[in-house]
């Protein structure tokens, strides 16, 4: 079943949210709303669910999809973790820039 297909599947108020880790080195992420800082060692990504902080080394995101709401994150996955806050920086981000 594609995402699609589960996105049209669930009622809108239940929030589909995946993260698909992979050997430690290739991280999937649906539910992506936006990338609000990135380098080599920390990715910060604004989901529905909260922000997605992943740190580790040699990061780098391999697909950035906002349309169909997938991060792909490559490197050594070393923690990742949600914070509740809602940063209202959406407008500010460095791909809300590019993609105006």
């Known amino acids: 079943?594609?995402?699609?297909?589960r996105k049209s599947s669930v009622p809108k108020s239940n929030i589909i949210q995946n993260l698909i880790l992979e050997s430690?080195?290739?991280l999937n992420i649906t539910g992506a709303l936006?990338?609000?800082?990135?380098?080599?060692?920390l990715v910060i990504v604004?989901?529905?669910?909260?922000?997605?902080t992943v740190k580790g080394e040699d990061l780098r995101i391999s697909k950035l999809n906002i349309?169909?709401?997938?991060?792909?994150?490559?490197?050594e996955i070393s923690t990742m973790s949600y914070s509740d806050k809602?940063?209202?920086?959406?407008?500010?981000?460095?791909f809300s820039k590019i993609f105006k």
């Open 1 to 5: 079943m594609s995402i699609e297909e």
């Open 24 to 26: 430690r080195e290739k």
């Open 34 to 41: 936006d990338v609000l800082s990135f380098d080599d060692q």
């Open 46 to 52: 604004q989901t529905h669910l909260g922000l997605l």
């Open 67 to 75: 349309d169909s709401e997938e991060v792909i994150v490559d490197g």
């Open 86 to 94: 809602s940063l209202d920086k959406k407008e500010n981000s460095f």
